[in-house]
């Protein structure tokens, strides 16, 4: 490649992809990433034209500069010499917290958050078990991730933990937990509901490359149990084109307004969704296994809801991540891990959004790693995450993919730009 400043042109090896290249560069803007000394330079929002023979020419919309350390250096050259050139056509997308921390508290500020609501066993929970009181700064509070880990595994093991705290008080303070979070997170998802959110955008974005065949697949997996993903397809491709992989029944659910299921983008196939951590819009028969979707509004009590087959009370159906075993019944865990690995084994691309793969959710990370192992062919991985505070490049999150996942495509933009430039 040679440029001058704000132009040059290009050869591109393979000739096959000169078609592919000029139907995409229609609907995108494309950008050209090289190293140049100890930057790491974008040429962003390019235009191209094609001269023949594989050669084309470039004009740079906007130049992008990072300044990289050594170590930042040595990190973008390796991945810049594993990507080979491809076009991906069915893509999967991993989504974590991060990618709705800009309209959800996170999971370290969830606990002060039930506690100022007025959470009273709460609060005698973590002066009990954890030694923390109200008074005591929040960093040295545990994650509501934590305290729920804490308790699953006394209820899982079915042992006390002190005569205080016999298997049904505890069994009750984590439907309280659950029922306090839920309601929560609804309202807060609830005032976000008409925004155009990054889910919104990103999905608009897809939805249009399914409609002029530059996608052939698109799946999520999502590991949040807030709705914010299935609000925006609802949205823009309307409810019908969401295949969750399981049977859900409607409960208490108001009819929807004539016009409100009307999709912003027809497409014809439907999006498998995989829902790893469960739904605070779903609860379950712990007799026959039915999972019920349910109105989360508030004031609806969803504590006496009860299964339309058998009359059993109908239970969460939320499952924090869990560093050992998974407490999600194992019918249902079975069909949606064998769905989630099917998705990432038949992926070309799969791009993480706001998801560390820390060690809180090892047992999610290990599939991960088995399914996307395939050195014949080896899949693309990127990383979208939060731009980094102090700029200093390899961040711990890229670092810890790399150690599991090998060579990744880290792209710290954000997930609100990464939806409208990058995808
Ligand atoms: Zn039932």
Redesign the pocket.
Known sequence: MESQNRNGIFLLDDKSMVHELLNRVKLQKPEICFIDGQHFVILKNCRFELQGNGLFRFEVGELGREDLQEKGIAVVKEYLKQVKTRVFRNIVFVLGAGASADYLPQSKELLPLLVDQGCEYIVRLLKDFFYVDTESPNYLWPSLSEVLNFIEIALEKNEYLGGDYPIETLENIKNRILDDLCQLLSDRVNASKESDTSYVKLIRNLAKMLVNGLLDQIGFISLNYDPLLDIALKRVVGSKKIDYLLRLEDINIKQEEPGDSKPEIEIKRQIPVVKFHGSMEWMF??????IYRVNTERGLSRSLLR??????L?KWFIYPPMKEKHPMPSDIWTVLHLKADDLLREADRVVFIGCSLSEDDSFFRFRVKRCLYNPRKPTSIVVVDAPPKDFARPTSVELNYWHFLGPVDYRPVGFEKFAVDCC
């Open positions: 028969c712990p007799f026959c296994s039915k299964c339309r087959h058998d009359g059993v109908l």
